[in-house]
T-cell receptor, first 112, second 112 residues
Framework: NAGVMQNPRHLVRRRGQEARLRCSPM?????VYWYRQLPEEGLKFMVY????????ESGMPKERFSAEFPKEGPSILRIQQVVRGDSAAYFCASSPDRGRTHFGDGTRLSIL | QQQVKQSPQSLIVQKGGISIINCAYE??????FPWYQQFPGKGPALLIAIRPDVSEKKEGRFTISFNKSAKQFSLHIMDSQPGDSATYFCAASYQGAQKLVFGQGTRLTINP
């Protein structure tokens, strides 16, 4: 029974490039969340999605960031034209309709 | 009003001792209070959670105490072990929002 799968685990990009982070939720989970964690800080909510719909994107920066959860395939967090300040650990989580939220092991994004 | 404040930032406890971590919140609409444990390089894992209709919940060596009037809740780890050394996060959410609001985290070290 696989957990929340994120890939890649580590991603290095140069300033101005694009970063794509993928997340496969646990089987049977229809809710996906993305959180960002800066060093020595707690997790900050970014976006909440259900299949093909963005439910809450109140924590998402207005520019350069986008997320999707297509009918088929993993959820994608996309960061365009990355800057040094985007360096962080990005965690995906999933939950069933009503129940506990499970987290993946994250993608560590480093910007050179 | 969306914040959850956590203390202390770091904590050192001797093996066999009691570890206590505290959290406070402002938003009275919060109705779900989980605690997460995170090891380096891993995602947060749910330890124990409580809803405000009870004042205490115990699972093994882990206990949540909840004070609704003071808007505070705490995690107690009894008989602390070196394997408990990790970062602990409190969080809160409310029905209809799905997203979790995290505290800043407590780095716990259990000395053998």
């Amino acid at each position: 029974n696989a957990g929340v799968m994120q890939n890649p685990r580590h991603l290095v990009r140069r300033r101005g490039q694009e970063a794509r982070l993928r997340c496969s939720p646990m089987k049977g989970h229809s809710h996906v969340y993305w959180y960002r964690q800066l060093p020595e800080e707690g997790l900050k909510f970014m976006v909440y999605l259900q299949k093909e719909n963005i439910i809450d994107e109140s924590g998402m920066p207005k520019e350069r960031f986008s997320a999707e959860f297509p009918k088929e395939g993993p959820s994608i967090l996309r960061i365009q034209q990355v800057v040094r300040g985007d360096s962080a650990a990005y965690f995906c989580a999933s939950s069933p309709d009503r129940g506990r939220t499970h987290f993946g092991d994250g993608t560590r994004l480093s910007i050179l | 009003q969306q914040q959850v404040k956590q203390s202390p930032q770091s904590l050192i406890v001797q093996k066999g001792g009691i570890s206590i971590i505290n959290c406070a919140y402002e938003n009275t609409a919060f109705d779900y209070f989980p605690w997460y444990q995170q090891f380096p390089g891993k995602g947060p894992a749910l330890l124990i959670a409580i809803r405000p209709d009870v004042s205490e919940k115990k699972e093994g060596r882990f206990t949540i105490s909840f004070n609704k009037s003071a808007k505070q809740f705490s995690l107690h780890i009894m008989d602390s072990q070196p394997g408990d050394s990790a970062t602990y996060f409190c969080a809160a959410s409310y029905q209809g929002a799905q997203k979790l609001v995290f505290g800043q985290g407590t780095r716990l070290t259990i000395n053998p």
